[in-house]
């Protein structure tokens, strides 16, 4: 079928059609001007003949006049003999000078002859001699002989050019009809390449419709054609009270994908979530993406929000079985924003704002599921400003930091702080870092954020080194930090712009940021130290912990988490678990800091354990920039 449709084949169809075309039209041309000769042959032949006759007639007549005369000359008989005396004569000049070949040279031969016997015939009208009657007879006889044969050599001839024209057009015709049953071929080959061609166009037109309303990468709807079928399902449920629910199903930490595997293993991943997702639901159910990470699925006549969210579930199960991207084995989750019809909107554009809506609470809430209400909208609208608030709040230095500081375990001497980001919001006031610190991570605001709070970090342990103090400074780095190779370049140039030593910051960085990607974090931590910067695994114990990357990565310390030391002197689970950990760090060489401490039994329980460096609100409480040096002075002094 594909032969009908090649341009080879429509150039070689059309080419013939027109030259077959072309053959046709030329026989029929050759055919007409063939039929023209001939009339006009037999025709001068014909008129020829017909002179001839006529010739030959008037001979006749005079023959017939010349014996009545004989017979008895009266004036009866004389008249019609006058009146056919060279009454021939002017047919005879006529095939002389304008007759064919034939005729010219035998008129030629016998106008002589004719116009001797004329000459005779008067001679017998004035005297009636005898003997000049029958010399005349004589002439008349030759005549009459040489004419017949004339005659009968025109219809011989016309007879023989009517068999050469009749075998020239057979010839002719069987070639029109080879040429026409040609040009029948030509013409059914022509209509079948137009046929494949609109086949072509069609499948064509289909091809660009599904595109139009597909997405190129799953194959599922896009958003227009989501657009179209609900607002065609929302006027249907509005009509016959059957409930639809639009559903808006968000991957979480889809952009470690990306970002640690590529582009091409986040489009293998997104193609097997669209399968799942098109197997978890009827398939009365439209299934579409949206853009990213991010689908909708349609659920006309789904009855009620409980059975909705059942199949939010179902799509969430479906989602949590295991995904194999190039021999890799990676779990995947997804947040689900539940809106419906007519309950919630009847407009499918606001039915879908809804949707996400909930769906972002669902993620925020760490929920998997919810379902729209009101509330959520005036939450949602809340995240949308915080979010950009909290984005001019980094560019216009609403931020501050604090500092705890931290000791050693056994002498209890100052051997650094770290930095705690503070917002002062300029109508709320005080904003709670456990508050705008998940916002920055959700919302691609953490890595600004982090080199925000190393800068003035920085800045304030140059103003200290300047006051005679020379205090080391900690700073906690988010994960999407470490998925980025131009991560240590910043950090360098925020180093010789401050004009320290590398040595007096220290960047802790949580277990899961390592997990997300090793390799990219491994490279990445080995390129911090290889500028002399000290690196911390905070919070160690909470996360996916492997032993295997404190060996394969060069960090300096090892930091416990406040979960277990706070209640190690009460829980002997906890006391057994910082026991290990210090014991841990010990065995990589690592320095083993403990924070969370909040009574001098919890520090000397750690000091006992062999745990170097302690924080806590026993120590201090994080202190204002200002208040650092007044607190270092006191502390000096006491321990003097």
């Known amino acids: 079928m594909r032969l009908w449709e090649g341009r080879a084949t429509a150039r070689v169809a059309t080419a013939g059609l027109t030259a077959g075309l072309l053959v046709l039209a030329g026989l029929a041309l050759w055919s007409s001007v063939s039929a023209q000769a001939t009339t006009a042959h037999v025709r001068d032949l014909n008129d020829s003949s017909e002179r001839w006759s006529r010739v030959l007639e008037h001979i006749n007549v005079a023959d017939n006049a010349l014996r009545d005369l004989q017979v008895k000359r009266t004036e009866q008989t004389i008249e019609p003999l006058q009146n056919s005396v060279a009454s021939a004569r002017g047919e005879l000049e006529w095939l002389r000078t304008k007759g064919q070949p034939d005729d010219v040279a035998v008129a030629s031969r016998l106008l002589p002859l004719y116009d001797q016997t004329g000459a005779i015939l008067r001679k017998v009208i004035a005297d009636g001699d005898p003997l000049q009657a029958d010399q005349a007879s004589l002439a008349h006889s030759s005549l009459r002989r040489q004419i017949s044969t004339q005659i009968g050599a025109k219809r011989l001839d016309t007879t023989e050019y009517l068999r050469a024209a009749d075998e020239k057009n057979a010839s002719l015709r069987v070639a029109q009809i080879l040429a026409f049953v040609l040009d029948a071929f030509l013409v059914g080959l022509f209509g079948m390449v137009l046929l494949g061609h609109r086949r072509k166009i069609l499948r064509q037109a289909a091809k660009n419709e599904h595109e139009a309303h597909h997405d190129a990468l799953t194959g599922l709807a896009n958003r227009t054609l989501l657009a179209r079928r609900m607002e065609t399902a929302v006027n249907k449920a509005c009509k016959k009270n059957e409930p639809l629910a639009l559903l808006i199903v968000d991957l979480d930490r889809f952009k470690e994908v990306n970002d640690s595997l590529g582009h091409h293993s986040g489009d293998l991943l997104l193609r097997q979530v669209a399968n799942r997702l098109s197997w978890a639901v009827r398939d009365t159910d439209l299934v579409a993406r949206l853009g990213g990470d991010e689908f909708a699925v349609l659920l006309p006549g789904v009855g009620s929000a409980e059975n909705a969210t059942m199949v939010a579930e179902k799509i969430l199960g479906a989602l949590a079985m295991p995904v194999t991207l190039e021999g890799l084995e990676l779990e995947i989750a997804g947040s689900v924003g539940v809106a419906l019809c007519p309950v919630d909107s009847m407009d499918g554009h606001e039915l879908l704002r809804h949707a996400d809506i909930a769906m972002y609470a669902a993620k925020r809430e760490k929920s998997g599921v919810a379902v729209y209400d009101a509330r959520l909208h005036e939450r949602g609208a809340s995240q949308l400003t915080a979010v950009t608030e909290l984005r001019h709040a980094i560019d216009r230095g609403e931020l501050f930091l604090h500092y705890q500081p931290k000791a050693l375990a056994d002498t209890g001497a100052v051997c650094g702080v770290e930095a705690l980001a503070r917002w002062q919001h300029p109508t709320r006031g005080l904003v709670r870092p456990d508050e705008f610190i998940p916002i920055a991570e959700d919302n691609g605001l953490i890595e600004p954020l982090t080199r925000y709070v190393i800068d003035a970090a920085l800045r304030q342990c140059r103003a200290w080194q300047d006051a005679g103090w020379e205090v080391p400074v900690s700073v906690n780095v988010g994960a999407a930090c470490l998925l980025h190779t131009e991560f240590p370049g910043d950090v360098s140039d925020l180093i010789k712009r401050h004009g320290l030593p590398a040595r007096l910051l220290t960047l802790e960085i949580t277990e899961s940021a390592i997990i997300s990607d090793p390799d990219r974090a491994v490279d990445v931590l080995r390129h911090l130290t290889d500028l002399g910067v000290r690196l911390s695994i905070d919070d160690f114990g909470t996360g996916y912990s492997s032993i295997s990357y404190l060996r394969s990565m060069r960090v300096h310390e090892m930091k ?22 210090v014991a841990l760090a010990r065995n990589f060489g ?23 460096v302690v924080q806590g609100y026993f ?15 006191d502390r000096a002094a006491a321990h003097a």
């Open 590 to 612: 690592l320095q083993a800091v403990a924070e969370g401490v909040e009574d001098q039994d919890t520090w000397t329980a750690l000091a006992e354990a062999g745990c170097d």
């Open 560 to 581: 416990l988490d406040r979960s277990f030391v706070t209640h190690m002197c009460t829980d002997a689970g906890d006391s057994a678990i910082v026991h290990a950990l």
């Open 619 to 633: 120590l201090s409480e994080p202190l204002p920039a200002e208040e650092v040096v007044a607190w270092l002075g």
